[in-house]
């Protein structure tokens, strides 16, 4: 039912997850696809890719090359720190776990210097508290390796429109979409991000297992959350749960 157990993380059995905090959806017509020619506008568009996997990282630039976007890779975060433009039309897709300067030393240092480029972070390795402070750190989007290419190109179309990050404009974001959940919503939210069953939910509400499993789907549309840890994910950014006991922090039913 859920992908993890109640207080405790547990890893899901497939290719790649994304933990994706707000982003104004694309026109379908829009997206980049493999194999398709890249829309004029988009030609000067740019990506930074850190990584210090030099296999990974010829592998996407070659991948974004491929779609008609111009990718700089950078082996060590302080390099591309150097190099980055706060200017450009571009995005960053930085690995969370590099030796030296890590990921997300490298967002806290852009925030620093005022580049307020939008972060995609892949990553191995993703845990909550990592993912938790990507979030309110600024970050976009965060994606497991292996990745799959689609998903990701999609990423960084989300990211490469939607300009600039402020952070606290994404948690106001979330927040709306929060407040609009009906009552019947906001009751399955808190024991869905605590990992119970979609029949344990039913057991506790009084209702039928069909009933959660609609409002379940209600729940993660409305708060444009692909995964339940996308969903926790932004509910611990907006602190309304604890990250490491998902225990809740404000009353969900009062707006």
Not at 15 to 25: F, K, N, Q, S
Not at 65 to 89: H, I, R, V, W, Y
Not at 217 to 242: H, T, W, Y
Request: proline share 7%.
């Amino acid at each position: 039912e859920s992908g993890y157990c109640r207080g405790l993380w547990r890893q899901p059995r497939r290719a790649a997850r994304r933990y994706r905090w707000p982003v104004p959806a694309m026109p379908a017509a829009g997206r980049f696809h493999l194999g398709a020619a890249m829309p004029e506008h988009t030609q000067q568009q740019l990506v930074y890719v850190v990584d210090d996997d030099q296999g990974m990282l010829d592998s996407t630039v070659w991948l974004f090359e491929s779609m008609g976007l111009k990718a700089l890779p950078f082996t060590n975060g302080q390099t591309f720190l150097d190099a980055c433009d706060p200017a450009a039309a571009a995005c960053v897709l930085l690995d969370v776990r590099m030796p030296g300067m890590g990921g997300l030393a490298v967002q806290d240092a852009m925030r620093e210097r005022g580049i307020g480029l939008p972060v995609i972070f892949v990553s191995a390795h993703a845990d909550v508290p990592i993912v938790v402070r990507a979030f309110r750190g600024g970050a976009v989007d965060f994606i497991e390796k292996p990745y799959n290419e689609q998903l990701l190109l999609d990423s960084v179309q989300r990211a490469l429109n939607q300009g600039p990050v402020h952070p606290a404009s994404c948690a106001q974001e979330v927040q709306h979409r929060l407040e609009r959940l009906t009552p019947r919503e906001r009751d399955i939210v808190l024991p869905l991000v605590q990992g119970f069953s979609n029949r344990e939910i039913a057991e506790q509400l009084g209702v039928s297992v069909k009933t959660v499993d609609l409002y379940r789907s209600r729940v993660m549309k409305r708060m444009q959350a692909d995964s339940l840890p996308a969903l926790v994910g932004m509910l611990v950014g907006l602190g309304v749960i604890d990250p490491f006991t998902l225990q809740p922090l404000r009353d969900l039913r009062v707006s």
